[in-house]
């Protein structure tokens, strides 16, 4: 197993390749203790596998949580089929005024997936509701440029539901001028931002497509990162078979954005380095020993492909959850959720810079 080095340089506190910003407003125990008690699965909430009790808990929960930051809550209940049942599920939204009916969307899905291996959901996406959270409470009462909506929505893991449904209800996407994922932001041994690929994605599922590959939100939260946190900004993934540098796929609910007309962003953290399962995919997130049969370090790969049994995965394994996670990364997962907040907390401050 690889040890955590921990240096204090100039007021900055560096951990495993991640910066936070001693004082910053946004520097407190907020988001993390929000993410302990959704995730433990004795005092909190646990797994949230769509259409169960506790993905509904969750939803319930979240609004609660908004609630209690000042906010009027609007909860979106849809249906949906899933292996020839329908289930229901909703999205949950709040609304933080800003100067201009413009609207800066950000997103994070709270359902779960993997809970048959022992999966808890804390990177995937805990991590990205809790964010949410603390953005309610960091941004209240700021000069926003723009309005910024906050939504969390339900059942993405087994096909995007909840977004689908958001981005095709009439209205939806009035004056919304930009989308910013937030899918699995902590975990991984590096952050990166996203932009749609250039591709188009298959968007026969959104009532008015008119896709765009936009960079604009990408590069606004790239720069804010890199002003914030210098070489440990957010990166951009490297050119790999089928995917432009810094572009990605369809797999999350950035997608019905994208098909809509409306750029997007897409911050995750996992590592494109490692010479995965197929390769350098970014489906292995971490070179942890702990999380691998056997990893090289000179090939960054398995040790055998053959007989590897765990790569470096997280989101829907055993792994994922915060008595496992914690021990092996130590301050780390904290860490780069406090990252991703400050970083979205400041682009939401100066959204107009980037999107028009």
């Known amino acids: 197993m690889k040890n955590t080095i921990t240096t204090v340089l100039c007021g900055t506190l560096l951990l495993s390749g991640t910066v936070f910003v001693s ?40 609004a609660e949580q908004w609630k209690k930051s000042g906010y009027k809550v609007t909860t979106q209940p849809f249906s949906f089929e899933l292996d020839g049942k329908v289930l229901k599920s909703e999205n949950v939204m709040v609304d933080i005024p800003g100067q201009s009916d413009k609207v800066l969307v950000i ?59 958001y981005v095709n209800k009439t209205g939806a996407l009035d004056n919304v001028v930009g989308m910013i994922n937030l899918d699995t932001i902590i975990g991984g041994d590096k952050l990166y931002v996203h932009s749609a690929h250039s591709t188009p994605y ?101 040790c055998s492909r053959e007989e590897e049994e765990h790569w470096g995965k997280i989101w829907h394994t055993k792994f994922d959850r915060l008595d496992t996670l914690t021990p092996l990364f130590k301050d780390r997962l904290q860490t780069q959720l406090n990252q991703n907040i400050q970083v979205l907390e400041t682009f939401a401050l100066e959204a107009n810079k980037w999107v028009k």
């Open 23 to 62: 004082g910053a407003a946004f520097a407190d125990d907020y988001a993390w203790d929000q993410l302990v008690a959704l995730t433990d699965e004795t005092n909190g909430i646990g797994a949230r596998r769509v259409g169960t009790p506790q993905e509904k808990q969750t939803a319930d929960w979240i």
């Open 107 to 165: 997103g994070a899905h709270y359902d779960t997936k993997g809970d048959e291996k022992g999966s808890l959901g804390a990177t995937d996406n805990g991590s990205g509701v809790v964010a949410l959270l603390a953005l309610a409470k960091d941004l209240k009462g700021k000069q926003l440029p723009y309005t910024v909506r906050l939504i969390a929505f339900g059942a993405e893991e087994f096909g995007l539901n909840g977004s689908k449904y």
């Open 202 to 302: 298959k968007c026969d599922y959104v009532r008015k497509a008119n896709y765009t590959g936009d960079t604009s939100v990408r590069s606004g939260l790239k720069a804010v990162s890199d002003q914030l946190y210098k070489e440990n900004g957010h990166k951009l993934h490297p050119t790999f078979e089928g995917y432009p540098e810094g572009e990605t796929g369809n797999w999350s609910d950035h997608a019905p954005f994208a098909c809509s007309g409306i750029p997007i962003g897409y911050l995750e953290a996992t590592n494109f380095a490692i010479d995965g399962e197929e390769g350098n995919d970014g489906y292995s997130q971490t070179t942890n020993d702990a999380l691998w049969s056997c990893f090289d370090d000179k090939t960054l790969s398995a």
